[in-house]
């Protein structure tokens, strides 16, 4: 008989056996199946959402992908069959392939963000490498460190919160110990202490008493010094009863004690228990001080003592914020113009500080030059004057008693012999290029510039955004440094005769080369990150850079947000820099630039030489005074110290000397006398 009517069969026997009063059973599992069955579907169409809603960016998989199409099928000797399952297999490898690719390699599938990195990486490269100006100007404002509306308004960072928890002080505490402090007065007055060392006097007793104390709450240990030393108040603790004086009242004995003088004396106020309690107590105070009003109809002072006092004056409130805005950043600008030579390795700027109002302006501009060829840097007197006059007071010419604009200062020999500036320049140069191709492109993103009005000036093409947080910002450090020691062992080992074995330069490159391999780059940033976290600060800094269609840089702007809890505010700089002719040749410092660094400015000062011409006058004088010193110390003592002086006959010679000098002074002689 065939399988099928066998289990046709069997099924109808066991049917037909099935007793009566199974019928409402099946009834009731019909049910629970309709409800498990609708719960489930409900179930599936929920998770479905979910996957398709978090699924709505994802790029959708070929219908193709493993299909048994692709497959080959062994199981024929077809060969025609086999050879063409065999191609489709090969071309379903080859797109799949092609697929992982285009996820992974971002060399031969860059990514947007990946694209807008190398832009950013050509037009840097190529605007170093050529010579360019630039005019900036920069603007600032202030705004509070936590917004209005935010959750956290009202919260006080974790840093500050420790700190006035740790120097709060609740009104009880002195209360809660006045108990003890009253025994101990009163047993000073005890026959108990008399009758014991035999003595009246209060000074002596009141000592004895207090080392007593300290020894039954374990704060007077005995020392080796104090062991070795003849102890005459020794005395036999075995004399107190232990129940005078309960080691539990002394438990806290030196959370208030001030006696240790050691730099770690307070810690034990940092234990969970009693900083949680003094902190829910200090919230109660603050919420009652700003509630109260004194006799004066002043606010109560902080009772987190001087150390609270002063997070509260320097915390700006808003009205300050505000104010500082309307009557300071409003009005003030920081500009500077600059032209840059790479071969020559020249920098030459002015920079302008202007604060202009309708009734006051005033402005302040610094010349400033670096030539990293000639390892020299120019700059105008005035900017250096008045730590001149502090160092030098007396022989410090004003500014218009100086023969030039500007003066100029070289590094020593001894110092560009070890390492020349050029070499230096160079080495930094190339780092911050390298460490910058090295950072993620997620953290390069191409904007929109459509709307941006700054883009429209410039006539900007593409605009690329680069974040630098602190993790960004540190690993930026860890790389560069990294880099530059690289390049300065590279030029070492280019020049071992002018660096043999134990020179300053080699040496210190070994060590940092020895410490680089202890530390990867982004464990800087990470550091830069704790620091931020529990740190009186928080910064980071975005840029924006506008190109051209041919990758070339022509506008930057920068904004960097500084900004904590303990000043209340975040103070945000902005700074846009152009890179174009036309807007250099327009601008007001272009002059000054010229007559200070230009082809027909007036030669520097050599300040080297006016350096050294200073120091050869001050030891001179230095030599002068010793002169004396040695003249008074070595000629008069000398004689005084003599047999040959007798005190009498200078006395009396020097009597007679004195009365006919003062003859001569008073145009007296003997003629004039007689």
């Given amino acids: 008989m065939p399988l099928r009517h066998l289990k046709t069969c069997n099924q109808q026997r066991f049917i037909e056996a099935t007793p009566a009063c199974f019928s409402n059973t099946k009834r009731y599992n019909d049910r629970l199946y309709q409800t498990c069955k609708l719960t489930s579907i409900a179930l599936l169409v929920s998770s479905a959402s979910f996957m398709l809603a978090g699924c709505q960016s994802a790029s959708p998989i070929s219908s193709n992908t493993g299909s048994t199409s692709t497959l080959i099928d062994f199981s024929s000797a077809d060969t025609a069959k086999s050879q063409r399952q065999g191609h489709a297999f090969t071309a379903s490898q080859d797109a799949q392939a092609e697929r992982y690719a285009q996820l992974f390699d971002q060399e031969k599938y860059p990514s947007t963000e990946n694209q807008a990195k190398t832009h950013l990486l050509a037009a840097i490269r190529q605007h170093l490498a050529t010579e360019h100006v630039a005019v900036a100007q920069a603007n600032y404002q202030s705004v509070p460190f936590i917004d209005a509306d935010s959750i956290d308004a009202g919260s006080t960072s974790l840093l500050r919160t420790i700190i006035e928890t740790y120097a709060y002080q609740p009104e009880g505490m002195v209360d809660e110990y006045q108990p003890y402090i009253d025994e101990y007065d009163d047993s000073l007055q005890s026959d108990y202490y008399n009758e014991k060392y035999g003595e009246s006097d209060p000074a002596e007793v009141e000592r004895k008493a207090s080392a007593a104390i300290l020894a039954e709450a374990g704060e007077n240990e005995p020392t080796s010094s104090d062991a070795s030393s003849d102890n005459e108040y020794a005395y036999d603790t075995a004399d107190y009863d232990s129940a005078d004086y309960s080691s539990d009242d002394y438990d806290n004995y030196d959370e208030y004690s001030s006696s240790a003088g050691s730099a770690l004396s307070g810690m034990s106020r940092l234990n969970p228990k009693t900083m949680a309690a003094k902190y829910e107590a200090m919230q109660l105070a603050k919420q009652q001080a700003k509630t109260e009003v004194s006799a004066d109809n002043k606010p109560s002072m902080s009772s987190t003592g001087l150390i609270g006092n002063i997070l509260t004056m320097f915390h700006r409130t808003p009205e300050q914020i505000a104010a500082t805005n309307a009557y300071q950043y409003q009005n ?160 070492v080992d280019a020049n071992p005769k002018q660096y043999p074995d134990g020179a300053t330069l080699k040496a210190a490159l070994a060590k940092a080369q020895l410490y680089n391999k202890g530390y990867q780059s982004a464990d800087v940033g990470s550091l830069l990150q704790l620091i931020e976290a529990i740190g009186p600060i928080s910064f980071n800094q975005i840029n924006y850079y506008y190109l051209d269609s041919s990758d070339r840089l022509l506008a930057k702007q920068q904004r960097v947000n500084i900004g904590s809890d303990f000043m209340g505010s975040t103070t945000t700089m902005l700074n846009q820099i152009r890179y174009d002719k036309t807007s250099f040749n327009r601008h007001a410092l272009t002059p000054l630039l010229a007559e200070s660094f230009g082809p027909k400015a007036t030669a520097p000062i050599d300040g080297n030489a006016w350096i050294a011409a200073q120091r050869e006058k001050r030891d001179s004088l230095q030599l002068a005074r010793y002169a004396r010193y040695d003249y008074q110390d070595g000629g008069l003592e000398n004689y005084y110290n003599s047999d040959d002086y007798n005190s009498g006959d200078y006395e009396r010679n020097y009597g007679e000397e004195a009365i006919e000098q003062s003859r001569t002074d008073n145009g007296e002689d003997d003629t004039d006398n007689k």
């Fill in 332 to 491: 003030l600008t920081f500009n500077s113009v600059s032209q840059y030579n790479p071969k020559q390795r020249q920098l030459q700027s002015v920079y302008s500080y202007d604060y202009a109002t309708p009734t006051i302006s005033s402005s302040i501009q610094v010349p400033l030059a670096f030539d990293f060829n000639n390892s020299k840097v120019t700059v105008d007197p005035s900017a250096i004057m008045p730590l001149v006059a502090i160092v030098n007071p007396e022989n410090t010419p004003l500014p218009e008693q100086m023969a030039a604009h500007t003066v100029s200062f070289g590094l020593p020999e001894s110092i560009t012999a070890q390492l020349p500036p050029a070499v230096l320049y160079d080495a930094v140069l190339n780092a911050i290029q390298q460490s910058m191709a090295e950072l993620a492109p997620e953290h390069f993103s191409a904007v929109d510039i459509d709307g941006d009005a700054f883009a429209k000036k410039v006539g900007a093409t593409r605009a690329v955004k680069v974040y630098f947080g602190s993790q960004q910002s540190g690993e930026m450090i860890g790389k560069t440094l990294k880099y530059v020691t690289q390049s300065l062992q590279a030029h």
